[in-house]
Each structure stands twice: as structure tokens, then as C-alpha cells.
């Protein structure tokens, strides 16, 4: 299978490499995110065909454009759908209500921790009554994940090394990625629980 995905990644390399190729890309990316597909690997895929920065830019690009189309879709057509997918995850749900007090630290903090799934968190923002100018602003969040997965792609020879690229990166990224990841997820988890106990609190006190 992975011996397939390649050859057919090389086939289309030259293609991927000219400007409409670079947007055709771009696009497969807004249209893995609305799926709520996980976009690890593609942003890999993005680092081994151009390169960290480049790669991370289209990444992003695509990401940003994506996120805000499902946020926008969570909001309107796809209200109902939405509410019944995020109701699987109780993490989310909290996460809902917190952002409404919390706004922008909320939306950055959870783009930093991987216990929230970036697609679901797209779909949750838009039922939330989070305001349109903190979930964009709250992208920056997706930066530092962008930017190492890019560059893990780039240092791959093949496609077939992601795996092992994956597994085999630096003790420093590792760490550096780890702290980032536990220190958001720690801080949202404060930001909830201090949302809730104000939530209940005005319940008490109408």
C-alpha cells in the first residue's frame, strides 16, 4: 500500500511542483480539513514536497481556509450534524462552554493541545457564540504543530520514511513539543474548570 501512495506521489511530483500544482494541493488540504480528516501526514506530505517554510505556509494556508469554511458550515447548514458529532466528546463539550467566557485564550490554548481534534474543534467553535475575529486570530495556534510536522516531511528521502522520520525525530523537538503540549492542555483544563465553577455560580445566583 505505502509502496503504491509512493509511486504515485512521485508521478505527480512535477505537477506539485508547478504553481497550479502548488494550489491544487492547497485545496486537497481545505478539503481534508472540512472532512475532519487528521492532517498529520498531509503536512508531512507538504514539508517533503516543498520544503519546511513553503510547506508550512500552504499547510497553514489550507488549514486556515478549511477550518473557517467548517466553522462557518457548524454555524448554519450543518448545525444539527454538528451537535450530534460533538456530543460524542465530552472534552469538547466542556471546552464549549468555557470558550464563551474565555474567548481567545481558549481557541489558542486547545489549537496547542493535541487532546482536541482540530476538525471537531472547527465544527464546536461555530456552535459556539465564540466571536468570528478570536477563532481566526486563534489559528496562530496551529503554527508551531505546522512547522514541525513540515519539517519532519522534509528531512524524509521517500514517502515511505514518514513513519520512521516520525519515530525517529530529535530528543530537542520531541521535548520541546511535548512541554508545548502538556502546558496548553493544562492551562485549558484550569480555564475550564474555573468556567464551570463561574457558570454554576451565576446559576446559583440568577
Not at 494556508?61 to 469554511?69: C, E, M, N, T
Amino acid at each position: 500500500m505505502s509502496h503504491n501512495l509512493e509511486t504515485l506521489v512521485n508521478n505527480f511530483i512535477p505537477f506539485l511542483s508547478s504553481p497550479f500544482g502548488i494550489f491544487v494541493f492547497a485545496l486537497v488540504y481545505v478539503f481534508w480539513v472540512s472532512c475532519l480528516l487528521p492532517g498529520s501526514w498531509l503536512s508531512m506530505l507538504s514539508g517533503f514536497l516543498y520544503g519546511t517554510w513553503l510547506g508550512s505556509l500552504i499547510v497553514f494556508l489550507g488549514a486556515f481556509i478549511g477550518a473557517h469554511l467548517t466553522f462557518y458550515l457548524g454555524r448554519t447548514f450543518l448545525r444539527d450534524w454538528a451537535q450530534t458529532k460533538v456530543s460524542s466528546f465530552p472534552q469538547i463539550q466542556l471546552m464549549e462552554k468555557a470558550v464563551k467566557r474565555e474567548g481567545l485564550k481558549v481557541i489558542l490554548l486547545t489549537r496547542l493541545s493535541p487532546l482536541f481534534p482540530f476538525g471537531l474543534l472547527n465544527f464546536t467553535y461555530g456552535l459556539s457564540e465564540v466571536k468570528v475575529l478570536d477563532f481566526t486570530f486563534g489559528m496562530i495556534g496551529i503554527i508551531p504543530g505546522t512547522i514541525l510536522y513540515c519539517s519532519l516531511g522534509s528531512l524524509a528521502l521517500k514517502v515511505s520514511n514518514f513513519g520512521d522520520v516520525l519515530s525517529g525525530r530529535s530528543e530537542t523537538s520531541s521535548f520541546i513539543w511535548s512541554l508545548i503540549s502538556i502546558c496548553s492542555t493544562i492551562l485549558v483544563v484550569i480555564l475550564i474548570i474555573r468556567s464551570t465553577r463561574k457558570i454554576n455560580k451565576d446559576s446559583l445566583n440568577p
